[in-house]
């Protein structure tokens, strides 16, 4: 037989064959030194030819034969998903279809189709120039092949195509192409799609957007001109950076409605029942268990289909603009949310909210830009200049021209800050800072906050202390201009904007904060809320959670003033994908036909988060509702979209960003700032402060709150209910019906109307309320308090916590010192008075004495606040409970005015008094009634959640020297109470924890 030239990588010899590139030894450079030297004398050099070792191996044809099939038998590609990678086991240059003998001309002419049809050619051996250029002219040379790829065939293609109409397609095999293009991350090639790309019609061309530049100067504004038409979807729009892989506007994907027609309530429910009547089918007969006997398809004869959502075309180059008190043309909106970037575009300030067109009747969304927001300084001068290198006193007197010279000459000049304001003011202090006085001039510097933030620890020669260097400038927006929470705002001479900067209908500027100003009294414009639920799967190789439907139910008309509307959604859609690994059941289609039932259909991943962005921008949500959604759904659904490559997905958000925030971070600060514009309202937050529960999963909170029972679909599931059809409807209904029940929790919460009422206490941003925090509606309260009696609020800290050890909780079981010391923290001062209770089983009478609101009543009484208790000069040692000594500082003098705390404290406990009274009158309204009692809740929440700003450590106006007199006060109070309830009828008691006690009787 003949003998045939192997490769050694295959005959496992390679290692000990193959030429080597090695570092010669010292003999051989001495060597070759010698060489040159005499090369140089004269003598003539003779080249030696090195013998090199053969880099193939010789074998006989059996041999070979045997090899080859032992190649062709071994699987050696990793999991190519079907794509079609070819090994036919031979060597690279050995092809029996080549014949050695052919003539050259036939050869030459048959060379393009012998390319596109043989993989495996010997290709002739032509020397190459050994230079860089040849490299470039081959791979360019190279790329040509490509083109002879049937692009109909792709399945990349056809996920981002879809199906263009409603007919069945049909079912292809999947082709063998060897492509040389880099595979999406984002894109599933899966080789069972069963769709059959269709071609774009020639007809329609896109028509290229043409960007215009920002001008700098004004626009003059004219009358708007409105028409209550069918908005056709925009065409590309102006986005920041097109760097995506593909020119796709996500509006522009067209997933197929599978079936747009009513839903068929008699019909369809005996449908679904004889289909689920039978599960244990294959694979998946242990989803029996899950499935219901009656399908949730039907929604309780609360049908959307004849519910048209009003789409109203505006021309955003006109502002609708109304008259003003003043007599001049205003924008008026409703404020809703706020959004500032410090570091990227300081100064500015976004308003988001609600803008009424008159000719449509109807509010549509609005963006206002507040721009030019300055920076405000506040310098304390101090009563000698001190040399600042030894902190010795000069003995000169400051005075204010002092303080601005040396800030003009040396802090402005070191800053960079070229052009400032200054004037001096009288301000009031009552904080934590030693060595300021309650009342003092201070010179107040205002400079643009394009200009760079001076340091909080700044000292100067004249000044000892500058308050306000870190102010955020949408607190000081909100604290100059009066605005407490969602309300009527009035833009004075406002500008058009270029340059779109936001998904809202209409876009608006003020050059500066003073032309934004309240109206005062005016009931809040209906919302757009939109519930949602996902099912995500977690993909078995990456481990990463993969979203693989969303359902979504829309009002479009949501008050939040009135009783909340039946039923809670006018909208729905419904998107399903499947998982890289997975296919459609055959028949899904068909079963969706016939049940009548609107569900769309993607392809991909990439192709349902493309949907429900588009989708999302169209209907304009206000609220998006969900359940755990800032502990798991929204960076999932944020970190999916950019996994996949999603365009344009700040359409989540209003603002158009072009960056994703970091997400995953501390208090989901980027999830967050990503939906900007838009509030999510998380319904297990909301419960945990609303309503006591054993847990807050949807399931606890659909029993606890909506007394029904929901079925639970364990994730290890998820992936079987894609075997059947009746399983994949069911897994649908499931995800709709969880979006129903979280609006109806939402709505038996009165969980938005509530917010509102709160965050129009505290001043604060509803989005804000809606995420739980106490510790930040408080803070704002007391900055609205303390702006308007003319006093400097203590500066924002920035806290690094320290990461906490698992189990440091237990470590300190045994009361060691030094355990303590490294498990949890111990008490900054000692809280209320707590008893250990008195276990056993009482078959007599049980009391429970409560003291009503004990902490806020004991501010008032004492008149405990900051403005009145002296907490460094008289601070005197008080001994506790447990022996050890204490700083408490002494009651105010009972002749001092009310401070500011207990005047705030009060003004809530009073008008709760008086809306508790408006409720028992006659003949109320019943929408008016749950207005007075979301109202009295909103001022109980606040009320009892004041003390909590003092005793929390990293609270802005923390105060231990108050918190710990309050307690103190507290633990007096229980001291006098529990002797003289014990010489009564009482004799003993079961349960003591600071305010409540049961006693048995």
Not at 15 to 42: D, I, M, Y
Not at 114 to 142: E, H, L, Q, Y
Request: proline letters at 6%; hydrophobic letters at 35%.
């Amino acid at each position: 037989g003949k003998s045939i030239h192997l490769s050694m990588s295959d005959s496992g010899s390679l290692a000990a064959s193959r030429s080597r590139r090695e570092k010669k030894s010292k003999k051989g450079r001495q060597e070759a030194l010698e060489r040159l030297k005499r090369a140089k004398a004269g003598e003539k050099y003779k080249y030696e030819v090195e013998d090199f070792t053969s880099v193939y191996e010789e074998v006989d044809e059996d041999q070979y034969s045997k090899l080859v099939q032992a190649r062709q038998d071994d699987d050696w590609i990793v999991d190519d998903d079907g794509i079609g990678y070819v090994e036919d086991g031979r060597e690279i240059f050995d092809d029996d279809l080549e014949d050695d003998a052919l003539d050259s001309q036939e050869k030459g002419k048959d060379d393009k189709a012998r390319n596109k049809d043989k993989r495996n050619v010997k290709k002739t051996v032509v020397t190459k120039p050994n230079n860089i250029k040849s490299m470039f002219i081959a791979s360019a040379g190279r790329k040509t092949a490509d083109k002879a790829i049937d692009l109909s065939k792709d399945d990349l293609l056809g996920d981002i195509l879809q199906d263009l109409n409603t007919e069945t397609p049909q079912i292809t095999p999947p082709p063998v192409i060897i492509s040389k293009k880099k595979r999406s991350s984002g894109a599933s090639l899966n080789p069972f799609s069963v769709h059959t790309p269709k071609a774009v019609p020639s007809g329609k061309t896109i028509s290229p957007v043409s960007r215009k530049e920002p001008s700098l100067t004004p626009v003059p504004l004219k009358c708007a001109g409105f028409e209550d038409v069918v908005e056709e979807e925009s065409g590309p729009m102006d986005f920041e950076d097109g760097d995506f892989d593909e020119p796709m506007e996500a509006e522009e994907v067209h997933v197929e409605p599978v079936a747009a027609k009513t839903w068929d309530q008699e019909r369809e429910p005996a449908e679904e029942e004889k289909q689920e009547a039978d599960p244990g089918k294959g694979t998946t007969s242990n989803l029996g268990s899950y499935l219901p006997d009656v399908s949730c398809w039907d929604i309780d004869q609360e049908d959307d289909s004849s519910f048209s959502a009003p789409e109203v075309q505006v021309d955003s180059s006109h502002l609708p603009l109304v008259k003003g008190a003043d007599g001049e043309q205003v924008f008026q909106f409703y404020w809703l949310d706020a959004y500032e970037d410090q570091y990227s575009q300081p100064g500015v300030v976004f308003l988001f909210g609600k803008v009424w067109i008159e000719l449509a009747e109807t509010h549509v969304s609005c963006c206002v830009m507040v721009k030019n927001i300055e920076r405000t300084l506040y310098f304390l001068p101090r009563e000698t200049k001190i040399d600042l290198n030894t902190g010795k006193e000069k003995g000169t007197p400051v005075t204010m021209k002092d303080v601005y010279d040396e800030f003009d000459e040396k802090i402005a000049a070191k800053y960079k800050i070229m052009k400032f304001k200054s004037k001096p003011v009288e301000k009031n202090y009552a904080f934590e800072i030693p060595d300021v006085p309650e009342k003092s001039e201070y010179l107040e510097v205002r400079y643009s906050a394009e200009m760079p933030q001076l340091p909080q620890d700044l000292k100067g020669e004249t000044f000892s202390h500058v308050f306000g260097t870190n102010t955020s400038s949408l607190e000081l927006f909100l604290m100059n201009r009066k605005i407490k929470g969602p309300c009527w705002l009035e833009v004075k001479n406002p500008q058009l904007l270029n340059q779109p900067i936001s998904w809202c209908k209409f876009e608006a500027m003020a050059l500066k904060p003073d032309l934004v100003n309240v109206i005062k009294d005016v009931g809040p414009p209906p919302l757009v809320v939109m519930s949602l639920s996902m099912k995500t799967m977690q993909n078995a190789k990456t481990h990463e959670n993969e979203i693989i439907a969303v359902a979504a139910l829309v009002h479009h008309s949501f008050a939040l003033d009135k009783a909340p509307p039946q039923p809670p959604f006018q909208s729905h859609f419904c998107v399903v994908s499947k998982p890289k690994d997975c296919i459609f059941p055959y028949d899904f289609k068909e079963n969706i036909k016939e049940k009548n039932v609107k569900v769309e259909v993607a392809a991909t991943e990439r192709t349902l988060l493309g949907f429900f962005l588009a989708k999302v921008h169209k209907i304009d949500p206000d609220i998006i509702v969900g359940h755990n959604i800032y502990g798991f759904e929204l960076e999932v659904l944020l970190q999916r979209i950019n996994v996949c490559k999603v365009p344009y997905w700040s359409k989540i958000g209003r603002l158009k960003r072009s960056n994703m925030p970091k997400l995953g971070g501390r208090s989901g600060f980027g999830e967050r700032n990503a939906t900007c514009g838009r509030m999510i309202c998380d319904v297990e937050i909301s419960a945990k402060e609303l309503i006591r529960c054993k847990s807050y999963h949807l399931s606890e909170l659909v029993q606890h709150i909506l007394k029904t029972e929901r079925v639970v679909i364990p994730m290890e599931n998820v992936r079987n209910m894609y075997s059947e059809s009746s399983h994949l409807l069911y897994l649908l209904e499931h995800t709709w019906k969880d979006a129903k029940f979280i609006l109806q929790i939402m709505c038996e919460l009165n969980v938005l109307p509530l917010a509102l009422q709160i965050t129009n206490i505290a001043g604060n941003i509803m989005s804000r309320t809606l995420m739980g925090g106490r510790s930040e509606r408080n803070e704002f309260l007391l900055l609205h308090a303390f702006y308007e009696n003319n006093y400097i609020v203590p500066d924002k800290q920035i806290f690094r916590k320290p990461q906490q050890k698992l189990g440091d909780e237990d470590e300190d079981i045994d009361g060691d010192a030094s355990k303590y010391k490294k498990g949890r923290k111990k008490a900054a001062y000692s809280g209320g008075l707590v008893l250990d209770p008195k276990v056993g089983f009482y078959d007599k009478f049980i009391l429970l004495l409560d003291f009503n609101s004990l902490y806020p009543s004991i501010i008032q009484e004492f008149n405990i606040c900051f403005t009145t208790v002296q907490r460094v000069a008289s601070e005197a040692e008080k001994v506790t409970e447990d022996g050890e000594q204490e700083q408490i500082p002494e009651l105010p003098d009972p002749g001092l005015e009310m401070g500011i705390l207990p005047r705030e404290i009060r003004k809530l406990v009073e008008r709760r008094r008086q809306v508790k009274q408006l409720m028992k009158q006659p003949d109320l309204n019943p929408d008016l009634v749950l207005q007075y009692d979301i109202r009295q809740k909103a001022l109980k929440l606040t009320a009892n959640s004041m003390y909590g700003c003092l005793g929390f450590s990293y609270s802005r106006f923390y105060a231990k020297p108050l918190a710990a007199l309050v307690t103190y006060k507290g633990r007096e109070v229980n001291g006098v109470t529990f002797p003289s309830l014990k010489m009564g009828v009482f004799f003993n008691y079961i349960l003591w924890d600071g305010r409540t006690k049961e006693f048995v009787t």
